[in-house]
């Protein structure tokens, strides 16, 4: 099992996000956060798409007040904290509430306070942001140590994936960017959409991204979320959980300084248990 952090050490904040609505963000953003959480690893998620979340819905939970209610002064953070599947701590967002879409800057402040709070107790706190390149998109952004760049092989998706880069790169020029890709039938078509992705940012931006794998086109995603459950605990074998485990050891295991991409033990202890599965999801 992986080693838990010290009770002072910080989570380490993870932005998933998507410049195409529709291209399964949340659904990675929940299977990843479970997967780390099997890992033994302290896992929050933040639905950030405040104005129309939906983690609690693909999860079937129904908390009773949410993020717009800390916002506005009315609740503390642990008035509205529910927990997850595997332990993971779930911040749900509003929906339906348009106010919600454009936070102001005394909000903002009372929103940076109680994810500060949150990551005294966790070991990583994923932030699923809305799609797009809003200023809460942008915001979120800013504050995650790494944003992960979720991608379909639609030329659409790869092209807004791009335009998200673009602006997030002129915003933050050193913001460690990473991709997944989302829906691919094997290793070769993620990678040939990644390789798209890549080269326009390299010749344009002049900067690199990661490559975090990809997530197989599995039907029993879909069987998972009409159900309310994610695929990593419905079917944990499955080609698509094989692949959200894969993810999550490489996020788990990158080093805060240098970046480097390494695979994190499986929460029975086996690195190559882990290391079997990337040839199928790498």
Do not use: W
């Not at 405040?50 to 693909?58: A, K, R, S, T």
């Amino acid at each position: 099992m992986r080693p838990r952090k010290a009770a002072t050490a910080r989570a380490t904040v993870l932005a998933i996000t998507s410049g195409k609505g529709g291209v399964g963000k949340t659904n990675v953003t929940i299977n990843v956060a479970i997967a780390m959480a099997r890992l033994g690893l302290r896992v929050g998620v933040l639905d950030a798409d405040f104005g129309l979340g939906n983690v609690d819905v693909l999860l079937g939970i129904a908390p009773v007040a949410h993020v717009g209610h800390v916002v506005a002064g009315e609740k503390q953070l642990r008035d509205i904290v529910v927990r997850g599947p595997h332990g993971i701590t779930i911040i749900p967002a509003s929906s339906g509430l348009q106010s919600m879409t454009s936070l102001t800057g005394v909000q903002r402040d009372r929103l940076l306070a109680a994810l500060d709070l949150a990551c005294r107790d966790l070991d990583f706190l994923l932030i699923d942001t809305a799609a797009g390149i809003s200023d809460n998109v942008m915001d979120m952004l800013k504050l995650a140590e790494r944003v992960v760049v979720v991608t379909s092989l639609e030329p659409s998706a790869i092209v807004d994936a791009y335009a998200l880069t673009k602006v997030l790169t002129g915003a933050d020029a050193h913001k460690d960017i990473g991709v997944v890709v989302n829906g691919a039938r094997n290793a070769e078509e993620a990678g040939l959409a990644f390789r798209q992705l890549e080269t326009a940012t390299r010749r344009f931006l002049k900067r690199s991204v990661s490559y975090y794998g990809h997530i197989a086109d599995d039907p029993a995603v879909r069987d998972s979320m009409l159900v309310q459950r994610a695929i990593v605990d419905v079917l944990p074998q499955s080609p698509a959980s094989r692949c959200y485990r894969i993810v999550a050891s490489r996020l788990a295991g990158l080093g805060p300084a240098q970046g480097g991409l390494r695979l994190a033990p499986r929460a029975d202890g086996s690195v190559a248990a882990a290391a079997e599965e990337v040839s199928q999801c790498a």
